[in-house]
């Protein structure tokens, strides 16, 4: 297979029919998919589908950063999603993809964070967001990060009294959003540069590079996965790559 | 008197009522629960007389004795290799049932199979306790080369055959690739040009999509002249494809 998807790609074709520098076309973004959450998105590409949802919560700030807010990101691999997900405690993927999702949106500083807090050293709002794919055709970090990033911008405060949160009334109010980290992963594979990989392209790949990025060009988070290394070169291309094709994910969320 | 719930070719779940009364029997996907016949799985309902079957809409490979299925392999033994089949059992190939050639003791066997190799090889013994047996002594049996692997519902496998092969010999035919199709659900392809390959691609999960429904001989035509922009000709032999 490995071999086929190479020889293939010599022929400037990969298994799909696309190129070897070509998205999925068929993109889809819905926003408020989930009623008990205060956000929520779905994100469809291709075949992969992504839900994305946002709990908020008051919580005490830590203590090295008291008048901010906190923001925790989790993925859950859903069994039914791909067969080789197992249910139970979360596995390497799943806190790996959990974690790329969180650094491209703490690292872009996409949330001002100071105004999140309520009371300092008292009082922070907690933005926790959870990750499922419903269906893992490839590229799950892709699609994980641009949910996450939808759910946020659906994402409306419930009312708080200083004592209690009242979920079943929501503000109008959003969250201090102010940039739009995209995440885009580049799989290497002999000497092509895949993106959006497939599963059975990601599952040969020899090298993966996730790489964020706000709509300034700014980088903000990259993520190195795969057995084989990356030469100086290989990072320049896949970040130039990413950068290209985040401007085209960027286009499918509101701005 | 006994009563019918269904009707011929209704789509039922499992659990679901088929009959009451015992003048029905089950037969294959169905079973008695008192004096009821409930589904057993998800398929079309076939009446043969008294006889109330089954045609399964999805399932998971069942290893059977003398199908010829491609296999994965997924380990390398002291004494042959353990493949993969797309199903709940993995099989083994014996050295002495995988070449006719002589093999040492010490030989390295992952020179004739490696891990990861697909092979199209034949069951010939499968236990009560679904012990899988191999062999690679049988005509049309060998290590497939380069190419794609697609996996499809096993029990749509007959429709991608066709009668006596005549959908995957129209699909060879329109696409110029070389197909082999296994009873567990995975075909592998091969095309000298990538787009004709993946045309044989789609066509193969387009009849894997509308197996269920009639007439898809003329539609698979439809599509592939569509696709390749050349006239198909559909085998003589085919009519539709009806199955047991």
Known sequence: MRNHIISLLDKGMRLDGRKADEYRKDIKVEYGVAKLAEGSARVTIGKTEVIAGVKMEVMDPFSDTPDEGVIMVGEELLPLSNPAFEAGPPSIEAIELGRVVDRGIRESHA????????????????????????????????????????????????????????????????????????????????????????????????????????????????????????????????????????????????? | MGKLLVQEKEIVVPGQQVAEGMDYVPGYGTYREGENILAGRLGLVAIEGRMLKLIPLAGRYIPKRNDTVIGRVIDVTMSGWRMDLNSAYSALLNVKDATNEFIPKSADLTQLFNFGDYVVTKIINVTPQFLVDLTMKAPGLYKLPEGRIISVTPVKIPRVIGKRGSMVSMIKNATGCQITVGQNGLVWVHGREPAMELIADKTIRMIEEQAHTSGLTERVKAFLEEQTGKTVEVPREDEEYQEV
Not at chain 1, 200 to 226: H, I, N, P, Y
Request: some cysteine.
């Open chain 1, 111 to 255: 949330l001002e964070m100071n105004k999140l807090c309520i009371i300092s050293g008292e009082k922070v709002w907690a933005v926790s967001i959870d990750i499922c794919p419903i269906n893992d055709a490839g590229n799950l970090f892709d699609a994980s990060a641009l949910a996450a990033i939808a759910a946020l911008q659906d994402t409306k405060l419930p009312e708080y009294d200083g004592k209690k949160i009242d979920y079943k009334k929501l503000t109008d109010k959003k969250l201090p959003l102010v940039a739009l980290p995209i995440g885009v992963t580049v799989i290497k594979l002999g000497k092509h540069y895949i993106v959006d990989p497939l599963y059975d392209e990601q599952k040969v790949a020899d090298a993966r590079l996730t790489v964020a990025s706000t709509a300034d060009g700014m980088l903000c988070a990259l993520q190195k996965g795969g057995v084989e290394p990356l030469t100086a070169e290989d990072i320049t291309k896949i970040v130039q790559l990413g950068l290209e094709k985040a401007k085209f994910l960027r286009e499918k969320v509101k701005q």
